[in-house]
């Protein structure tokens, strides 16, 4: 089964709106968790990760909010540009599964000026 | 920067015909992964390897074999290729352990008729 699900395939935001994406995940040993970026016909680059000893990471407009008993994590995009289009995608490993990370299904982010 | 190519990045295909896909990183890097990227599905993990000589079974491993000869070059091969194996093809190499982060390269796509 899915072990990372993305359960929104796309969200549309409008100009200096916060973006909010969701991803849930069933395997308890995930300790490590991720978000990359993907432009049409590029590679996917990565955003931010966290570990599970914290709840919450900031990086300028971006923070991730980890919910470990709900097994379900977030990226909140504040500010959100029409450059911030693209596809999202949370990720999840294992420590000692050698950097194997297990993608969600991705979500489409429209901004929209 | 990691960097991680692809070849070749574009490749149409006959239906049976055997088909490889190559990758190579130039940063040392031990963990080298192929994924495929569909619609839907997001990045699943095909084969990854640990280091020179090793290969090892990801999450959707039939029809597909992997080969790892060196620490820079991975290679993906589809012996037998069908048309439920056009996709887009990315290969990653991972450096340091536990943190999320992968290095994608350009990615190769492949069109079986």
């Known amino acids: 089964g899915q072990q990372v699900k993305q359960s929104s395939p796309s969200l549309t935001v409008q100009e200096g709106g916060i973006s909010i994406l969701n991803c849930d995940y069933e395997?308890?040993?995930?300790?490590?968790f991720a978000w990359y970026k993907k432009y049409p016909d590029n590679s996917p680059t990565l955003l931010i990760s966290?570990?599970?000893?914290?709840d919450k990471r900031e990086d300028g407009r971006l923070t991730v909010f980890l919910n470990k008993s709900g097994k379900h994590f977030s990226l909140h995009i504040t500010a959100s540009q029409p450059e911030d289009t693209a596809v999202y995608l949370c990720?999840?490993?294992?420590?000692?599964?050698?950097?194997?990370?297990?993608f969600g299904q991705g979500t489409v982010l429209s901004v929209i000026p | 920067e990691a960097a991680v190519t692809q070849s070749p990045r574009n490749k149409v295909a006959v239906t049976g015909g055997k088909v490889t896909l190559s990758c190579n990183q130039t940063n040392n890097h031990n963990n080298m992964y192929w994924y495929r990227q569909d619609t839907g599905h997001g990045l699943r993990l095909i084969h990854y390897?640990?280091?020179?000589?090793?290969?090892e079974k990801g999450d959707i491993p039939d029809g597909y074999k992997a080969s790892r000869p060196s620490q820079e070059n991975f290679s993906l091969i589809l012996e037998l290729a069908t048309p439920s194996q056009t996709s887009v093809y990315f290969c990653?190499?991972?450096?340091?352990?536990?943190?999320?982060?992968?290095?994608f390269g350009e990615g190769s796509k492949l069109t079986v008729l």
């Open positions: 390897s640990y280091g020179a000589g090793s290969t």
């Open positions: 990653a190499s991972g450096g340091q352990r536990n943190t999320g982060q992968l290095y």
């Open positions: 990720a999840a490993g294992a420590t000692g599964g050698n950097n194997k990370l297990t």
């Open positions: 966290v570990r599970s000893n914290v």
């Open positions: 395997n308890d040993m995930f300790d490590y």
